[in-house]
Structures are given as C-alpha cells and as structure tokens.
C-alpha cells in the first residue's frame, strides 16, 4: 500500500485544518490507520487512530476534544480534522498504516508497517 498525506499549511493559532491521507495499491481493509507528528527536534508521536471496518478512534490527550479522525472507505481515505490549533501542534504531519490487531499500542509509531511521506503544518501564534 502507498499512502500519500497532504492538507498541510500555515494557520494562525485557533484556526482549523483539514489533513487527507489517501491510499494507493490497496484498500483500507481490517487495517489501522494512524496519524502521527514530529515537531522539529522531537521525537515522532501518535495522535489519532482508526480502525478501518468499525471505524473506532483513539486520541492522545493533546488532542482530545480539538481533533476529529474519520474514514471515508469509498475513497481509501483518512482525514484529520484539525481545531483550535496551537502553535504546539505545528509539526511534520504522517499517516501510517499497521493490520489491524497486529500491535499493542495504537499510538506507537513503532508499531506501524507502512508510511506516507508527511504533510507540514504550521501554526503561528
């Protein structure tokens, strides 16, 4: 499977996002698909999870309450809905893929197989 993100930008804190991650070669079939960041000079971190057939989340609390993770099956296509933006959240974006039930932790970018190239999102203060 290839994935491909995009939706990154520039935004001022408080404003809204929408990130795509869109998969080739391959449906979203009994996978997991994760959304993960790395801020420059930290390490990679998760943000949000779905499970592609049943369509549940998972959030790090960072994010709770300000994003928004969904799946459009039709389309092979994962979205992340970004509000209320804090200057923290500006970070490489990435989607990541891993088959369902073949990891521990959701959230560990470690745990995830396959990776798209990351989409940029920039918060100003």
């Known amino acids: 499977v290839q994935l491909q993100a995009s939706g990154g930008g520039l935004v001022q804190a408080g404003g809204s996002l929408r990130l795509s991650c869109a998969a080739s070669g391959s449906r979203f079939v009994d996978d997991v698909i994760g959304w993960f960041r790395q801020a420059p000079g930290k390490e990679r971190e998760g943000v949000a999870a779905i499970t592609s057939d049943y369509g549940d989340a998972s959030y790090a609390d960072s994010v709770k309450g300000r994003f928004t993770i969904s799946i459009n099956n039709a389309k092979d296509t994962v979205y992340l809905q970004m509000s209320s933006l804090k200057p923290e959240d500006t970070a490489v974006y990435y989607c990541?893929?891993?088959?369902?039930?073949?990891?521990?932790?959701?959230?560990?970018?470690?745990?995830?197989?396959?990776w798209g190239r990351g989409t940029l999102v920039t918060v100003s203060s």
């Open positions: 990541a893929t891993v088959v369902y039930g073949d990891y521990n932790d959701e959230l560990n970018p470690s745990e995830y197989d396959y």
